[in-house]
């Protein structure tokens, strides 16, 4: 994969913040704390869309005739949760 350089700009309390993440131990360098918070952030911003178009699919889809315990018997069904 291709990389591309950035330069970015900290505050000197997020400067230290990553500094001392670093000395955690925790990442060996700026941009592999920064390359860390992108990945989470793209990975909630698909959970998200995810979400979302569950939400969208629930309105489409009507109101239901069912009782909310057999919705919630279904849903322990389709889970594998013993009823």
Known sequence: MATLRKTITVTDQQGAWIKSRIAD????ND??????????DQER?????????????????????????????EARKSAGVDV
């Open 45 to 73: 911003a698909q959970k998200i869309a995810n979400m979302q178009k569950l939400v969208t699919e629930g309105i489409e889809s009507g109101i239901s005739d069912r009782t909310p315990e057999q919705i919630m018997e």
């Open 31 to 40: 941009s592999e704390y920064l390359r860390d918070l992108i990945r989470r």
């Open 25 to 28: 131990g925790d990442f060996t």
